[in-house]
């Protein structure tokens, strides 16, 4: 079974910090596209940062670069955003998302979110 769980999420102040976490069954992690995705309510859905885990090569939107930062822990099985300097802009559920092979594939599988709410 795929699975995709993230955790993390909360509420802070502008200018705080959070690390999200998403961990995933062995099965969607090896050799995969991993991706973080963000959701305003009423606006489309946003993606923000990814990494291949073949090659560890990272990529970020516009608006992720300078304060969003993608990592994974093989070991863990598990991928990592963190967001420092939190604007209220940043408001929004977060999600992860994997994609078969390289980046430019569809994302395929996704995790139900977490919220993060910046006051």
């Known amino acids: 079974e795929v699975q995709l769980v993230e955790s993390g999420g909360g509420s802070v102040q502008a200018g705080g910090s959070l690390r999200l976490s998403c961990a995933t069954s062995?099965?969607?992690?090896?050799?995969?596209?991993f991706a973080w995705f963000r959701q305003i309510p009423g606006r489309e859905r946003e993606g923000v940062a990814s990494?291949?885990?073949?090659?560890?090569?990272?990529d970020y939107s516009n608006s992720a670069k300078g304060r969003f930062d993608i990592s994974r822990d093989s070991a863990k099985r598990t991928l990592y955003l963190r967001i420092d300097n939190l604007r209220p802009e940043d408001t929004a559920m977060y999600y992860c998302?994997?994609?078969?092979?390289?980046?430019?594939?569809?994302?395929?599988?996704w995790g139900q979110g977490t919220q993060v709410t910046v006051s």
């Open positions: 990494i291949s885990i073949r090659n560890g090569f990272t």
């Open positions: 062995s099965v969607v992690f090896s050799d995969n596209c």
């Open positions: 998302a994997a994609a078969p092979g390289a980046c430019d594939a569809s994302f395929l599988f």
